[in-house]
């Protein structure tokens, strides 16, 4: 049996492959190293669909400075600044599956890169499980504070979820800040919320994640003093108040989470009377998911001419934005983008955007964007639909998209093809495909349901200007009496424009037009 251990007694063929795995593991590193930047600003690509892009100004204001290394001098001290991902080493584990692991590991380097941080190394390990103690074993952590120590890192980002006893281990080898996947998301998302409620919602899952991952550093963090005055201890006249500093700390995250809680509840009949405004609307709802960095924010500018911030970075949006658009018949909906998601996505974050995703459950329909050029794009629709089901979500009617299609190869756009009811390739950035997607869009976005066919007056085109907007007009008129109106609409503007047509005294004039029209039509024919 292969084993995965550090244990020198191994079989000779054990030891070959094991070498043999380590030298897979270095290439998948290199390429990752060679292809580092696709989270750059700088790279993306814009078409005029996406406007001016005044946002980006902003975005690169709050960009880290390349070169700084952290403030700190002491390791000990983490836990309470805030501290920058600058220059990291990213470590990963695989099982057996070396190719998937490589795109884990470049997606972890895009997620370290949006962060404002420099990938400089990177250590991939082949082992069934995670080290109990330190993630890696005793050997590879000694290897990888010696790659520490090499390129001058400050940081070690680990692809996976650590314990607190395992991040404290590997603190202790490597001597520098040891933060995981779930740490990294969290810092950017804290980077790119703007809304109130959005910031409200990342520190409050911050801090969730923090409260268990606190740690003391011996006696420079303590706050009591005991033992007597000939003894170790500093003696009478010097005990503290009884709490330790990583006990006061503690108080002092819970205190900020309920206060966190308390605003966020507060903010709840404000988001709840906007909800319900949008649900007393007669204009159908479209909502744009997907995972993170496959072209919903492009999308968006090229059905809507939106023009909002597009960047080839992951979590690029966190607030949704919410248009207006067309579709080819002339009915009016909204289209609304969505914060996107990522394998393994914090369950704090799951939980704390709880309220932005439910707006997902009332859409009429779900614009589901997935990157079609992507090496393994079946694992991003498993995981975005994974977290859609978390929260209850996954009874809205699904439109799959597969953006960069120009970028796509014929083979993933046809195996893709296959995997949704209904499935559309486009290109964001071309145009490619979107005249077919506004098609499919006006095909199943529910329609009025009571047809119209009555005379308005003159004095009511508000009216006709309602229909126009919020249903689908058949024909229009324009008779002697007023406005001949053919048109599906919903129930509510169907009452008010019947009423007003029988006030006026034209609900018969459409049936008079057209017996005058029919009399015409005999007389013609003698």
């Known amino acids: 049996m292969t084993q995965y251990s550090d244990d020198p007694g191994r079989p000779t063929e054990t030891r070959e492959a094991d070498e043999r795995a380590t030298q897979e593991a270095r290439r998948v590193v290199e390429r990752i190293l060679a292809r580092s930047g696709t989270a750059l600003m700088e790279d993306a690509s814009h078409s005029e669909a996406d406007g001016d892009q005044l946002d980006l ?59 404002g941080s420099q990938v400089l190394d990177g250590l991939l390990q082949r082992r069934r499980l995670p080290d109990p103690g330190t ?17 001058g890192a400050d940081t070690v980002v680990v692809d996976g979820e650590l314990a607190p006893s395992q991040r404290r281990a590997l603190e202790d080898v490597v001597k520098v800040k040891v933060v995981d996947r779930t740490a990294l998301i969290l810092d950017i998302f804290a980077q790119h919320a703007k809304s109130r409620e959005g910031k409200a919602q990342v520190e409050l899952a911050q801090l969730e994640y923090l409260l268990p ?31 330790t500093k990583i006990e006061l700390d503690r108080r002092r995250i819970r205190n900020r989470m309920a206060k966190l809680r308390r605003e966020l509840k507060a903010m709840t009949p404000a988001r709840e009377a906007k909800r319900a405004q949008r649900l007393s609307s007669p204009i159908p709802q479209v909502a744009i998911a997907g995972y993170t960095n496959a072209g919903k924010s492009s999308l968006l500018n090229r059905l809507t001419g939106a023009g909002v911030l597009v960047e080839n970075a992951l979590f690029a949006t966190l607030d949704p934005t919410v248009r207006r658009a067309e579709t080819p018949d002339g009915r009016t909906y909204t ?12 369950h704090q974050l799951v939980e704390a ?43 809205v009617p699904e439109v799959l998209v597969l953006n960069k299609a120009d970028l796509a190869s ?79 609409v919903d129930a509510a503007l169907a009452a008010a424009i019947q009423t007003v047509a029988r006030v006026s005294g034209v609900a018969g004039a459409a049936a008079e037009a057209d017996a005058s029209a029919a009399d015409g039509d005999v007389r013609g024919a003698d």
């Open 57 to 115: 100004e902003e975005r690169s204001a709050l960009r880290r400075v390349a070169g700084l290394s952290t403030e700190l001098d002491d390791v000990t001290e983490v836990e309470y600044r805030r501290l920058r991902l600058e220059r990291v080493v990213l470590v990963g584990l695989y099982a057996s599956d070396a190719e998937s692991a490589e795109i884990s590991l470049r997606e972890l380097a895009a997620l370290a890169e949006t962060a």
């Open 335 to 346: 289209i609304a983008d969505t914060v996107g998601f990522v394998r393994s996505l914090p």
């Open 135 to 151: 993630y890696l074993g005793t050997g590879k952590a000694q290897e990888l504070a010696g790659i520490v120590a090499d390129t």
């Open 213 to 243: 991952r606190l740690r003391g550093w011996g006696e420079s963090m303590s706050r009591q003093a005991g033992g007597q005055v000939g003894g170790a201890g500093a003696g009478m006249g010097s005990r503290g108040p009884g709490e």
């Open 410 to 488: 014929p083979e993933a756009l046809a195996r893709l093809s296959g995997v949704a009811e209904h499935t559309v390739a486009v290109s964001a950035f071309t145009g490619e495909g979107v005249e077919e997607l506004r098609e499919l869009i006006a095909e199943l976005l529910p329609r009025p349901a009571v047809e119209l066919d009555v005379v308005v007056p003159y004095t009511r085109g508000d009216l006709v200007s309602q229909a126009h907007a919020t249903g689908e007009v058949l024909a229009v008129d324009h008779l002697e009496h007023g406005t001949r109106l053919r048109a599906r």
């Open 353 to 395: 955007f709880r309220s932005t995703l439910e707006e997902v459950d009332d859409a009429h329909l779900l614009l589901h964007v997935v990157d079609a050029a992507h090496p393994d794009p079946e694992s991003q629709i498993a995981a975005v639909r994974e977290v859609l089901a978390d929260i209850d979500l996954g009874s």
